[in-house]
């Protein structure tokens, strides 16, 4: 199976920064994209940003310019970095692996999820 690691979560105050990590470990697979999404308490899950393999990128509308995700030295790292936070970003932040997973007899695309990071900006 695929592992994912996540770190980087904490406590900030309004306007600071922070940058989130999420590395996938294992065999066998390779990865299409890694995600992050977020979800407060009593809202929806939103997605945050996204990498594919080719580099593409996209970001929640929220973001305005202030976050940036980037790929580590290998393709199972991925880098949130999130500057001029906000309390409204307060959050579970979640790594998603979109993986495609190798094996003898066929090839299977599969999402795996971390547990989250808890991230909390005061005012």
């Known amino acids: 199976q695929v592992q994912l690691m996540e770190s980087g979560g904490g406590l900030v105050q309004s306007g600071e920064s922070l940058r989130l990590y999420c590395g996938a470990s294992?065999?066998?697979?390779?990865?299409?994209?890694m995600v992050w999404y977020r979800q407060a308490p009593g809202k929806e899950r939103e997605l945050v940003a996204s990498i594919s393999n080719r580099d593409t990128i996209m970001y929640g509308d929220f973001v305005e310019g202030r976050f940036t995700i980037s790929r580590g030295n290998a393709d199972t790292a991925v880098f949130l970095q999130m500057n001029s936070l906000r309390p409204a970003d307060t959050a579970v932040y979640y790594c998603?692996?979109?993986?495609?997973?190798?094996?003898?007899?066929?090839?299977?695309?599969?999402?795996?999820w971390g547990q989250g990071t808890q991230v909390t900006v005061s005012s």
């Open positions: 998603k692996a979109d993986v495609r997973i190798w094996t003898w007899d066929a090839v299977r695309d599969q999402d795996y």
């Open positions: 294992g065999s066998g697979f390779s990865v299409n994209a």
